[in-house]
T-cell receptor, first 112, second 113 residues
Framework: ELKVEQNPLFLSMQEGKNYTIYCNYS?????LYWYRQDPGKSLESLFV?????AVKQEGRLMASLDTKARLSTLHITAAVHDLSATYFC????????????FGQGTRLTINP | DAGVTQSPTHLIKTRGQQVTLRCSPK?????VSWYQQALGQGPQFIFQ???????QRGNFPDRFSGHQFPNYSSELNVNALLLGDSALYLC????????????FGPGTRLTVT
């Protein structure tokens, strides 16, 4: 059974600092996603990572994928308050049906 | 181009009742998946519909059932509601039987009292 683990689960940081969220998964996957979720809202897609060594960047966020280590990272550079949210990684399996398995989420709070 | 839409936005039900949630996929999409997200947790896969058939089911009891219509829209039905069914229910759509990225709707917040 595919398991996805994120750490840390809670992260409080100051504006301007850098930090990394880690996502480990247990079996080979087809795609890996990063989502952002604001309180009471749905999921906003941030990145889709398809292959080993994939790196994508959007603003202060950068995601990478190491399929051999079964590890993805979401790096935050020079954090700003607007990035406060919960971040989920999700691993997609396409075997018979397309199914996303989510991590527990990382609740990120960025303090001024 | 309308994205994934869900109705209703919020719903309050009593234990033992039944509920139906609705989802219209993004234009051009033919595959619909349903997820349950309990408070403070990641979403959990309930099931996926393609060509009006349930393709795969997650670890949910038979009280959870669904349907897909010829226009690709979908319903999620939950019978004999329990307090633990209170959650945000998310619908996601994709195309060609799931070979492409899923797009999530705004969700339906179900509260069971």
């Amino acid at each position: 059974e595919l398991k996805v683990e994120q750490n840390p689960l809670f992260l409080s940081m100051q504006e301007g600092k850098n930090y990394t969220i880690y996502c480990n998964y247990s079996t080979t996957s087809d795609r890996l996603y990063w989502y952002r979720q604001d309180p009471g809202k749905s999921l906003e897609s941030l990145f889709v990572l398809l292959s080993n060594g994939a790196v994508k960047q959007e603003g202060r966020l950068m995601a990478s994928l190491d399929t051999k280590a079964r590890l993805s990272t979401l790096h935050i550079t020079a954090a700003v308050h607007d990035l406060s949210a919960t971040y989920f990684c999700a691993v997609e399996m396409i075997q018979g049906a397309q199914k996303l398995v989510f991590g527990q989420g990382t609740r990120l709070t960025i303090n001024p | 181009d309308a994205g994934v839409t869900q109705s209703p936005t919020h719903l309050i039900k009593t234990r033992g009742q039944q509920v139906t949630l609705r989802c219209s996929p993004k234009s051009g999409h033919d595959t619909v998946s349903w997820y349950q997200q309990a408070l403070g947790q990641g979403p959990q896969f309930i099931f996926q519909y393609y060509e009006e058939e349930e393709r795969q089911r997650g670890n949910f009891p038979d009280r959870f059932s669904g349907h897909q219509f010829p226009n690709y829209s979908s319903e999620l039905n939950v019978n004999a509601l329990l307090l633990g069914d209170s959650a945000l229910y998310l619908c996601a759509s994709s195309s060609q039987g799931g070979g492409y990225e899923q797009y999530f709707g705004p969700g339906t917040r179900l509260t069971v009292t």
